[in-house]
Nanobody
């Protein structure tokens, strides 16, 4: 079992930066494929950045070159560094962990088994 707890959200001005954290509480040392998703009310949850057990990262075009996903396996923590934030980045952000170190569809929410409660990011 894995419990995920996000933190670091908030309200910022366009062009500013935020770093989200996702702490994984688990007794297992297994490395899961992990990702960040975001969701706006009334819309589907969107995968934006993913990282596998080796550290290989993938991004959607809308955040590429602005967001950086990383993980600290010793601390069991996932990060999302967000630079040059835009109003369209406003959403609830969720971290997710798969039940496998590598998955074929890292931006598909149905590929993930564990989810955090979300942290709100508002850009004005």
């Amino acid at each position: 079992h894995v419990q995920l707890v996000e933190s670091g959200g908030g309200s910022v001005q366009a062009g500013e930066s935020l770093t989200l954290s996702c702490a994984a509480y688990t007794s297992s040392s297994a490395r899961h494929h992990m990702a960040w998703f975001r969701q706006v009310p009334g819309e589907e949850r969107e995968g934006i950045a993913a990282i596998d057990s080796t550290g290989y990262t993938q991004y959607v075009d809308s955040v590429k070159d602005r967001f950086t996903i990383s993980r600290d396996n010793a601390k069991k923590t996932l990060y999302l560094k967000m630079n040059n934030l835009k109003p369209e980045d406003t959403a609830m952000y969720y971290c997710a962990a798969a039940n496998h170190p590598y998955i074929l569809t890292p931006m598909d929410p149905s590929a993930y088994y564990y989810w955090g409660q979300g942290t709100q990011v508002t850009v004005s």
